[in-house]
């Protein structure tokens, strides 16, 4: 069965500094993967995906396959970066059948402090 | 576009009822999934529906159910609670593979 691992259950960051937010992942077979977020007082939603390789809010995540890591990071955290950010993993359909079924890690609370 | 509903806020319970929630998508999203959120398991995948199929299903016991309607707004049902199902219980409805638009959840409680 698939497994996303988030080692870090809190971590905290000045303003300016780098963060990264470590995601583990255990599937035998072809995952997708994603960063969801919830802010203070706001519904959880997507940050990323790693199909898009994308940057959003100063965000990034590379799949590395060979680790089976999608570790989140950012060169310059932000005050309000501050929030929960959940790993998840899709299994990879060929056949596309499945649209809502991820798995999740345990979240990482980030603070960044001014 | 308005996005994901859940009614109803929040519910409290007793052991041995049972509880209906509900779940309006975004316009056009035909896919609605269902989580529940606990502090010491996370969030869990109970099922998915599509166009009113269930597509799949979590390792839930059979006392959760769900439906998806015609309009694509969805109910799930927990009979017989227990303490529990104590949980907030999120919907999430989606157009694209993986990426969910989630609800504010329903919070429930079961005394």
């Known amino acids: 069965a698939q497994r996303v691992t988030q080692p870090e259950k809190l971590l905290s960051v000045f303003k300016g500094a780098p963060v990264e937010l470590k995601c583990n992942y255990s599937y035998s077979g072809s995952p997708e993967l994603f960063w969801y977020v919830q802010y203070s007082r706001q519904r959880l939603q997507l940050l990323l995906r790693?199909?898009s390789r994308e940057s959003i809010k100063g965000f990034t995540a590379d799949l590395n396959k060979g680790e089976t890591s999608f570790h989140l990071k950012k060169p310059f955290a932000q005050e309000e970066d501050s929030a929960m950010y959940y790993c998840a993993l899709r299994e990879f359909n060929a056949g596309g059948t499945s649209y809502g079924k991820l798995t999740f890690g345990q979240g990482t609370i980030l603070t960044v402090h001014p | 576009k308005a996005g994901v509903t859940q009614t109803p806020r929040y519910l409290i319970k007793t052991r041995g009822q049972q509880v209906t929630l509900s779940c309006s998508p975004i316009s056009g999203h035909r896919s609605v999934s269902w989580y529940q959120q606990t502090p010491g398991q996370g969030l869990q995948f109970l099922f998915e529906y599509f166009s009113e199929t269930q597509r799949n299903k979590g390792n839930f016991p059979g006392r959760f159910s769900g439906r998806q309607f015609s309009n694509s707004r969805s109910e799930m049902n927990v009979s017989t609670l227990e303490l529990g199902d104590s949980a907030l219980y999120l919907c999430a409805s989606s157009l694209a593979a993986g990426k969910l638009f989630f609800g504010s959840g329903t919070q429930l409680s079961v005394l």
């Open positions: 790693h199909i």
